[in-house]
């Protein structure tokens, strides 16, 4: 693979970075992932914003003006001929000698590398997620996309060893978010219910977009907190985000939703999300 480091393309062998960098020391870093299809980027625009926010909210002295991000995505598709996939974008605060207070002058650190993955026959659209519940430990501000994914992972690890796909987090009794996705059910009424934001979730990029089509669509959304009580009684649930899309759960903490099968409101707005994605690819 060819990856990108601080403004040079090279193949990953050579790719460098220094042991002190604080994104390894402190996961003082934040992240984007932009899903590939057709060989095109997915809601770029969007990532870009959210990525600029992230920055922003930890103090991270990267000036997206200063480079041409998706000048770099498209060369990073072109030269690794990603048809199907990802590109994963990183920038920490910089090396600087290990320290609790964070450096004034570091230079940030950017990286760049792309993942080849079936995203639109991807088979747990066709089958369904099973998940358990578990409490949400993680930090209290989620919409910062940091690097800190140790809990997450953690779980999400859990999840797999006891033979299911995943995790749903729990605060207060409400489903917080997925390991790595929003969380969203439908209620026998037909309404898209889905947590609103705040701190206690990623904002995420296909959670909107998801919104805006289902709305388009004339498929009614509630933007509340649910419980995982309602999410057990609903008629359908499903999880988004940048690589998943829109993907059915089927399970959660062992009993089914709904028929336990993928449902309809779910096939359909999954459609309609790749539908609209694809109208929209940046090249
Ligand atoms: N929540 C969490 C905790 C996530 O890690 C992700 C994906 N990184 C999402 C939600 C989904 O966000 P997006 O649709 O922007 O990928």
Redesign the pocket.
């Known amino acids: 693979r060819i990856v990108h480091v601080n403004g040079s393309f090279l193949p990953e062998e050579s790719a460098r970075l220094s042991i002190f960098d604080r994104g390894l020391l402190f996961a003082d870093a934040v992240y984007e ?1 932009t899903a590939v299809i057709d060989g095109g980027l997915v809601d770029f625009d969007a ?1 870009q914003r ?1 990525l600029r926010r992230s920055l922003g909210e930890l103090g991270i002295a990267f000036d997206p003006d200063a480079w041409d991000l998706l000048g770099v995505h498209r060369e990073l598709v072109q030269r690794n001929d990603l048809q199907e996939g990802l590109v994963y974008l990183q920038i920490s605060r910089g090396a600087a000698d290990r320290d609790f207070v964070q450096p004034t002058g570091a230079e940030p650190s950017v990286i760049l590398f792309t993942q080849s993955l079936p995203l639109l026959d991807a088979p747990a659209a066709a089958r369904g997620l099973r998940v358990i519940t578990r409490p949400d430990l993680r930090w209290h501000r ?1 919409d910062i ?1 940091t690097t800190q994914l140790l809990y ?1 992972s953690m779980m999400k690890s859990a999840a797999v060893e006891m033979g299911v796909d995943d995790v749903w987090m729990v605060e207060n009794g409400d489903i917080t ?6 969380a969203h059910i439908i209620t026998v009424d037909g309404q898209l219910i889905t947590r609103p934001l705040s701190h206690d ?2 904002h ?4 909107a977009a998801v919104l805006d089509y289902a709305a388009e669509a004339g498929i009614e959304v509630v933007e509340r907190p649910f419980s995982v009580a309602e999410a057990r009684s609903a008629r359908e649930a499903f999880a ?4 998943a899309f829109v993907t059915p759960v089927v399970e959660i903490d062992g009993g089914p939703v709904g028929d336990g099968v993928p449902g309809p409101g779910t096939d359909r707005i999954r459609a309609l999300y790749i539908e609209r994605s694809r109208e929209r690819l940046q090249f």
């Not at 978010?177 to 929003?182: L, R």
């Not at 995420?204 to 959670?207: A, F, L, N």
């Open positions: 992932v990532h959210r989620r996309k997450p978010e997925g390991s790595s996705s929003n979730i990623l995420g990029i296909t959670r988004t985000s940048a690589t």
